[in-house]
Nanobody, 115 residues
């Protein structure tokens, strides 16, 4: 069983930065994919960035602005978000698909970009 807990969301002005964290408990070392998704009001949940098959993937809308990285010793996943735009406003979710293709989600953290 895996539990994911996000933190780090909040209100930031356009052009600002935030770092999201996802603390994981349980066995996460053999995973197929681990990353961040987001869901804006009235829209479907979409991929932001993830580790998959020993590579990283980013949504086109965040390339060059967001960076995903992890600390295996702390079992924590991070999302560094720079040059934030109002359209980045959403609830951000941490996700993991384990070796057995079971999906786990965090509870989400709100990110609001507004002046």
């Amino acid at each position: 069983q895996v539990t994911l807990v996000e933190s780090g969301g909040g209100l930031v002005q356009p052009g600002g930065s935030l770092r999201l964290s996802c603390a994981a408990s349980g066995s996460i070392f053999d995973f197929n994919a681990m990353g961040w998704y987001r869901q804006a009001p009235g829209k479907e949940r979409e991929l932001v960035a993830r580790f998959i098959s020993r590579t990283t993937e980013y949504a086109d809308s965040v390339k060059g602005r967001f960076f995903i990285f992890r600390d295996n010793a702390k079992k924590t996943l991070y999302l560094q978000m720079n040059s934030l735009k109002p359209e980045d406003t959403a609830v951000y979710y941490c996700h993991l698909e384990n070796y057995y293709r079971i999906n786990f989600w965090g509870q989400g953290t709100q990110v609001t970009v507004s002046s």
